[in-house]
């Protein structure tokens, strides 16, 4: 592996630790504390060289033992974030400055985040209420919700964080970056949810049979169509477009297509391209369209107009 190679994925490491950081509810360590014949839960942390403690709540074992396997989950992503950032140093790594226009972008990206994890949870089905998703992003749990939808919301999350770093951000919209978002969106689900498919699929509402992708033809693609962009915009829809209808991996093809699309948007400064609620019925009757044929440009001015945000 070259120096450049190594430094990527270092970067995406990283990256992915922080975004996993910032999945876990507590910071600190889980103490036990009784009061008044009653047996209570608290974190213990050290801020400032001052020793606090925040409530939790009522004593149990079970999340007891969940604030421990945090607290310990948590150790382990914060060391492996300092040796990476060791090995960088070693490398020669040193970020760059970011553009001020790619700057406010990912402020404007992550101020509405919880809108478009929203968003992005009805296109897949999701039975969410935006009130729902909200208490899932800032809580991890919520009350009336399966467990497999929650993960796809905690996983849009986690995908969505990874990209608005501001290493990530400026990594090459490649192929290996796609897999990794595609691995993000579909954990908890497989195994290696970022693995090319090499199985049939079928496309539900659509006589559509994709083709087994190739590898090496996937890459191609992607590059030929960021060589080939008029403007960023165009070049996000035919990311997006490419590998919704590609169906590159097993499940999860729209929730990646559409972050993979976006971290190619931000990373040029022109917003953000989310399909909002109203308008995914729409949409899906779209893309089946053109799954079966129709020529890009009826879905591609439908996103311009009614899904891509500016600032």
Sequence with gaps: MSDFDEIQELLRKRADSNAR????PYDGSPEIKEQSGGKYLYMRKRIAGRLTSTYIDVYSEELYQLLLRNAKELRELKKNIRHIDKRLAELGYSSSVLDSRILMNLDFARANMKANIYDQAVLEG?????PQTEDII???TVNGMTASDIQKILNLKHAWE??????????????????HIARLVNEGFFQDG??????????????YKPPIPIESIVKERIQEILDNATSPIDAAINLCMYCMKTQVFLDGNKRASVIFANHYLIAHGQGFLVIPEQHVPAFKKMLVAYYEGEDIEVISTFLK???????
């Design 194 to 207: 970022g693995r090319i498919r090499g199985v049939p699929v079928s496309i539900g509402g659509s006589s």
């Design 126 to 130: 999701v039975a969410t209420s935006f």
């Design 138 to 140: 800032n809580n991890g």
């Design 305 to 311: 107009e009614k899904c891509w945000q500016t600032f």
């Design 162 to 179: 990874f990209i608005l770093d501001t290493d990530v951000i400026q990594a090459k919209s490649d192929y290996y970056l796609l897999c």
């Design 21 to 24: 950081i910032k999945l876990i």
